[in-house]
């Protein structure tokens, strides 16, 4: 039923590849089937002006996407500005990312997430997130193995799915296909014992409810849980 | 327990004054508590270029803050450019409000709901989604009565309360102050029947469970109820 | 003769409302018949660089109109940035509660009144500057009560009022209809001893004389006593 | 008394150099001391979208300062945009040139005049003023030469003077020494006839009288009628 | 003596991997040592308006680079707006590029070349005229294959290399580190048949001869046939 | 053969005039033809924060045109915010006079050369250059003879002239006819001693050879010993 032929409850393929450029302190590449981001950490000893001397760390995020990342071209963002969409996108990931991270422990730096859609295919904030935990922890095993943090900052994983109902059904991690279609969307954000960091449910046109959503949530759940297993293995 | 000293699951007052202002094709102030939101709904006959000749209607929003609605002094946004919160906000009352709405019924045409809070103590979005569509059914009880709409195109009411885990307790409609402190806090966007249009929750140094989640849900559908028999008593 | 049936020097009824605002220093909400502005009056401990450690203080001025504080909805301007016209007016204001203020005895401190028109029917400018100069002696009041300052820094009253030749004749507080016909307007910002502080009369698609003038200042003086008055029974 | 020994009604040496640049439809550098301004006039065979198909004419200023026009550099607006006080003159500039024209004898056709500082020594806006209406003259004499417009649109000379209160005595046409001391100065746009167009008084630390405005008033109609004399010649 | 251990006139290993994207019409990554360009054609049907009926088409490009391209993170563009680099690169790219191309061949379509830098290390201009040449030439081919062109609109290969004097030595293709510190830097686009395109050599902190130029020249030479054929092998 | 009956290798007339504005420390109007540029040379006592006690000083340029200073007027920078043109082309003009420049010798202040162009027919940049560098040289004239500096920071002289391909010919110094239809063209800076400091040579629709470019080169020569003969005679 799904255009992708998937089973309601099936991820796309995931793979994360890491150290992908030699200038950030750390880096992956992840794809969910045609959804593509490029994720570097940029670890810098200052933090915004609200953190000065209060010897707390900060964590946050930018994202963008190349102009023919998407099926029509898009306007570069360079040129027009960012979008509300865009500035929404990126304070999502940044949030979401604070909350797998011991803000005390990091110390007064910051590290800041990029994360560039090379390709999109759906779900592009939600591959930001998991592969933007990806370089978060690479960059944050250099400032362990540096000798510069003594308890490690990062508490749990932090990965994030979408799910909505598509031609009626709750389906896992939707594609663009079934994205456009769809009713009702959102994104949930989970840590890797599964407790809730964010929950974004949206219908356009349609309502949904309180059992839909409990649902999606059990769907989210599996999702987080095959995502997390991936970065495991990425980051070894 | 809590700072104004009201029950877990109590509301703050409402109050919904109508036709606040002469020129607006519907209009009221929307107060829950110390937050105050005038709401203008303004219709032109005309729509944005992605529905010209589709015979379908829109509505969006746009919301504002006073500068000195707040406790200190912001920068006015018409100097500075409307923030990245600005644009989420006003997104999500658009949002909220179409799903309210037959857009055929309403036909080709478009109502611009403004939301100005001129005082501000927690849940301001809410307040500008609850008011906006007091604000909105009286726009097309206009439409209604002049005889340019058969059908009527509000299909239900709208209404917006936001929750959060206070001091580690769920609690109703959060003012500032428990705003502030909340390490989860959120927004659900309602029909009058109950049915979810928009969830939005959110961690910041904190996670939360489902069960948490799940008495949110409760609480809110309790303050929403409430909110739609303001919105009764104000519309007539 | 007037669209309103009042005489050529008769104001609209004067309405001022005080304490609107739980936040701001001084707040007030000024009515010139259907001309509504909110002002408040906002004190930081901080001056602008120009007077760092001068020992003068300042009083500085904005002003806003709700998109839809007019009979069409006009473009917000947090979206398409403050107009020429906007910048012109707050300059006014600004300059004008100015030359009521003695800078010595304020202290190195800033006042900013924020002029908000919820709606408008003409003359807003000058209603701005009347209750502007309400928010400002209120606020102004706080700092005496606190012993913050000693001298009282406000020296006399300020007030604002239109005048204009319509249909031929010098009229006193012209509305909105009467503004868009008049070849010539303009505004005459006054003490309380009815001293002048700024003369602005601008013709479009006419000219006028020197008696003209003069007859437009003598309405001028005749509104400006009545504003005074209203300003005097609103601060007590 | 006056820093540049001048008697209180003495102008500075007026000076209007036509045909300056080749490729304006009218042009000329006008000299009101060290002041100097470059004023070119363009026709454009359009109006401003407002006036499609109204018949009427339309005419518009534009004023730049370059960066080094005054005594210490400025910032060029290039980069950091207009200033308020720069569209508030040139919206000035324009009104003032439109009340001396005839936008029915001009015809659906648009005349910009810029007004581009390149020395600065105080009164450049009523410089601009009466040097725009030199280029406007000669441009629509180019008009009128070709046969494309059949009646004058020129109604009369448009000319402006700056007057104030230095040292406690009324002054006219203010250099910059004067200007920057002045409590209270403004400018003054006149017909040739001597009928008033525009009055801006304006007081910063300082109030004025009625019998102070008139002496300005008295002062200003001299030195238009000298600005006239200088158009004349220039004209020809 | 080159920190590469390059020879003098020794280009860095060149590669190019085609079809990087499944959305553009043409696309490759081409990297030469650690610089690496994505670059992607995207074909439109329609023209700038000055080329409207003109029979003409138009190639353009933009350019921009991942905050973390670089050793130390940029500011992400799209927030603080193109700089002058990145807009004088991009009218380069597309200058060049267009000079390789028949707009009578091409037709009333555009075609715009992006190139995003995702790793730097010196001569990324370069880099992307030359990828962009193989997106467009891919692009193109699409065009042909789909029967919308009959004559071939690629007239031929664009390529482009950086050289310098670098510690006094002429240099072909300069990397980060070289490019630091070389006062003489520049770029030489030819076509396949080496004639020249577009010549771009500058001096900071010193000068240069004719001598020099023309080894500059014979240097860039011989760098560019072995990007004409990293570009034949690429293309097919 | 060339529109304006030049020979090939012949320059325009060249005037330049100094002390042309009574505020800046150094200034000229350069005519080349019918381009004159406005340059003034202004003196800070700070440099950019990148050379803060580095003892090293900084000359920088920023470039403008008036809107009418071309055949059809062109926006207002001011109002529609610099080009990338513009942005290219101030680039280059600073980098042109610091090659010229000691700054060590200068000593840590800035010298900010504002070129403006008052009426264009090519080769704007070019003369920009030229008579930038005149400004500059008035400027350390008045810094050398007030002691403020001991040894002269300029080196050489600097100037520039465009060259190009017309009709198939190459010429010297390009008026905008000539410009318009050269299908080759660009610029030479040179010291007084001909060595080089910058090229571009640029191809739209054509491309070049080498000995093409040889010429070009010769031609330019000639054009800058002119060129700094007429800065000679200039400064004295």
Redesign the interface.
């Known amino acids: 039923m799904r255009p992708s032929h998937r089973n309601l409850d099936e991820m796309r393929p995931i793979s994360i590849e890491t150290g992908v450029?030699?200038?950030?302190e750390g880096?992956c590449i992840i794809r969910i089937g045609?959804t593509h981001v490029?994720c570097?950490a940029?670890i810098?000893e200052k933090v915004p002006p609200f953190l000065k001397n209060t010897g707390l760390g900060w964590v946050t995020a930018?994202y963008?996407m190349?102009?023919?990342?998407?099926?029509t071209?898009m306007r570069?963002?360079?040129?027009v500005?960012?979008s509300?969409?865009?500035?929404?996108i990126q304070?999502l990931i940044g949030?979401a990312l604070?909350?797998g991270v011991d803000?005390v422990a990091l110390g007064e730096r910051q590290i800041?997430v990029?994360c560039?859609v090379?390709?999109a295919d759906g779900g592009t904030r939600c591959a930001a997130i998991t592969g933007g935990w990806v370089a978060l922890r690479l960059a944050v095993n250099k400032l362990i193995k540096a000798g510069e943090v003594t308890t490690d900052p990062i508490t749990d994983h932090i990965a994030a799915v979408s799910c909505g109902i598509y031609a009626g059904q709750p389906v896992l991690d939707m594609d663009y296909l079934e994205d456009s279609e769809a009713g009702v969307d959102?994104n949930f954000v989970m840590?890797g014992s599964l407790?809730?960091?964010?929950?974004?449910?949206?219908?356009?046109?349609?309502?949904?409810?309180?059992e839909e959503?409990s649902e999606l949530?059990t769907l989210a759940e599996k999702g987080v849980k095959e995502l997390v297993e991936a970065q495991e293995a990425a980051v070894g």
Chains 1, 2, 3, 4, 5, 6 share one sequence.
């Open positions: 450029t030699r200038h950030a880096s045609d490029l570097t940029t810098e930018e963008g190349l102009p023919r990342a998407t099926n071209r570069r963002e360079a040129k500005g960012q509300g969409r865009t500035q929404e304070r949030r604070r909350a803000r800041t990029d560039d090379l390709q959102g840590t407790r809730l960091v964010e929950v974004q449910m949206s219908a356009e046109g349609a309502t949904f409810s309180r959503m949530m």
